[in-house]
């Protein structure tokens, strides 16, 4: 069994930080791209930002300059910095993983609960 746990959401004002964090536990052979997404009400998830296991990093354009992933390949965790917040920035925000399981070298995707990021005054 996996789970992907995060943790680090609120609500914060406009131009304020957070720091989220996605921890990934169980019965894992190896971790191959993690990545951040985020659901707003009435629109579509989308892809935040991605990191290889070789550190290639790729962010959705409104979140370039503002936004930094990075990821503890020993505890299994990537953390998502988010600075310079915006009210368009409120989501519910899920992490990703593409791992293999020790039971099979197939790859599978394991998402994580989602953590509600609220920006409001």
């Known amino acids: 069994q996996v789970q992907l746990v995060e943790s680090g959401g609120g609500l914060v004002q406009p131009g304020g930080s957070l720091r989220l964090s996605c921890a990934a536990s169980g019965m894992i052979r190896s971790i191959d791209g993690m990545g951040w997404y985020r659901q707003a009400p009435g629109k579509q998830r989308e892809l935040v930002a991605s990191?290889?296991?070789?550190?290639?990093?790729n962010y959705v354009d409104s979140v370039k300059g503002r936004f930094t992933i990075s990821r503890d390949n020993a505890k299994n965790t990537v953390y998502l910095q988010m600075n310079s917040l915006k009210p368009e920035d409120t989501a519910v925000y899920y992490c990703?993983?593409?791992?293999?399981?020790?039971?099979?070298?197939?790859?599978?995707?394991?998402w994580g609960q989602g953590t509600q990021v609220t920006v409001s005054s």
């Open positions: 990703n993983a593409r791992l293999q399981i020790l039971s099979s070298y197939n790859w599978y995707e394991y």
């Open positions: 990191i290889s296991s070789g550190g290639t990093i």
